[in-house]
């Protein structure tokens, strides 16, 4: 028994002797938290319902498209990481719902917004954006009035009508040299200021108008108005507006035997005017458009495939637009190293950034600088180019008579990179 004892004894002795030479395993090290992400808020205002909804959803797709974009390669801003977020509202294109979708992006704490699309949404709009410091960069707003009214929250990254007005009514008379011209209007704020500077560039050019007509966006049969005409015989007629009006009216002038040619602004210049008119008529149509050809931009070959990818969808209008507007709000984000809009909106002003749409710089008043502007005509069923102006040269890239061969499309540039163009003229 005392032999067996002493044994266990010892046993536990010894045991006891390796547990203290084994010291305790240290517990696992907790992970580090990631860094916390900051979602900031950018806001998209356009019609999504309506007549116009193709293009206000195709100008949403493209915005979409660059929030997408910068958060799949991430963006720091101030030591900070931010995560975009996307807020698209509705204006259908109403001036009234413009102001409370303005207000209503407001109150959502959106740091800045892209949009509207139309130009009488976007003057009241942006009073309210002006009156909360938030920026604004309309991709498509044309009316010179909205850059006029002296707030500094307003830019927009196509040329204005003052300048689109004129260039079409100098390609009219000098390529399409017509005695007579007929203008009608939508009575908005975009479709009735273009046509008014069309119509005083025209007169100051020496052509006779012989009818000038006002219907509204809403309307679909003109026949009244084209009949009135008809007994004029203008052998060209101009048509400020969208789509959704200008895309019956041409169909009905042919039905009613007007021979004349028909030309109009960027608003129509769209696939769904030709599906609207229909080939047969639509045939001929002429259009001025802000911008490159999308397939001349720098970036825009590249831009046009990933859009596709993502939305199985063509670009129907201003898409690229929204999509710059988006990286030159991030871009003066980086420079002004905060998101907070006092402090990024005045580097928004000081803009030099190359887009996918080409240099963008804006003026004292926040218009683009040295917009061009591209005159485009309707052959076997799609848009093409005629002819591509610039305000340095005033000058058809495409000479005059060659409808048929569209200038071949610059070098794409990669998307959302810095400006490395020539200084911009002064």
């Not at 400020?240 to 021979?259: R, T």
């Not at 769904?272 to 911008?291: C, H, Q, R, V, W």
């Not at 569209?406 to 794409?412: L, R, S, T, V, Y």
Request: a neutral charge; charged letters at 25%.
């Amino acid at each position: 028994m005392k032999r067996s004892m002493i044994i266990a004894v010892a046993l536990s002795a010894a045991l006891v002797g390796c547990s203290k030479q084994e010291p305790p395993k240290p517990a696992p090290k907790a992970e580090a938290a990631p860094p916390p992400v900051t979602v900031v808020k950018i806001g998209l205002a356009a019609p999504i319902t309506g007549p116009q909804a193709h293009i206000g959803i195709d100008i949403r797709n493209g915005a979409q498209l660059a929030v997408d974009d910068i958060n799949a390669t991430g963006l720091t801003v101030g030591g900070n990481k931010i995560k975009l977020e996307l807020v698209a509202e509705d204006d259908e294109a109403n001036p009234t719902k413009a102001a409370t979708v303005a207000q209503k992006l407001v109150d959502s704490k959106v740091v800045a917004v892209v949009g509207h699309f139309n130009s009488g949404a976007s003057i009241p709009a942006s009073k309210v954006y002006s009156d909360a410091g938030i920026p604004q960069i309309s991709p498509s707003s044309t009316n010179p009035k909205y850059t006029q009214q002296g707030f500094k929250t307003t830019f927009r990254v196509v040329a204005n009508d003052d300048q689109q007005g004129p260039v079409g009514a100098k390609f009219a008379l000098d390529k399409l040299k017509p005695k007579t011209i007929a203008v009608i209007d939508d009575s908005t704020a975009y479709g009735q200021g273009l046509a008014d500077t069309f119509e005083a560039a025209a007169k100051a050019g020496g052509a006779k108008l012989v009818a000038r007509e006002h219907t509204t966006d809403k309307d679909t049969d003109f026949k009244a108005i084209l009949t009135k005409i008809k007994g004029k015989k203008p052998e060209l007629v101009f048509f400020g507006g969208i789509d959704p009006q200008a895309g019956p009216m041409v169909k009905q002038m042919s039905e009613l035997g007007i021979k004349a040619k028909f030309m109009g602004g960027d608003g129509m210049q769209t696939p769904n005017f030709i599906k609207l008119a229909t080939d047969k008529y639509a045939e001929g149509a002429m259009a001025s458009m802000p911008g490159l050809p999308k397939d001349q931009m720098p970036g825009g070959a590249k831009f046009l495939e990933k859009f596709k990818a993502k939305y199985n969808a063509e670009v129907e209008l201003f898409a690229p637009m929204g999509y710059d507007a988006v990286f030159v709000f991030v871009d003066a984000m980086k420079r002004a190293n905060s998101t907070d809009p006092a402090k990024f909106l005045p580097e928004v002003g000081k803009t030099n950034y190359q887009g996918v749409i080409g240099p963008i710089a804006f003026d004292e008043k926040g218009d683009l600088k040295n917009g061009p502007i591209t005159i485009y005509v309707v052959k076997a069923g799609k848009w093409d180019t005629l002819e591509v102006i610039t305000p340095a040269s005033s000058a058809a890239v495409v000479p005059p008579g060659a409808l048929t061969e569209p200038p071949k499309a610059a070098e794409p540039a990669a998307m959302g990179e810095p400006a490395k163009a020539a200084e911009p003229a002064k």
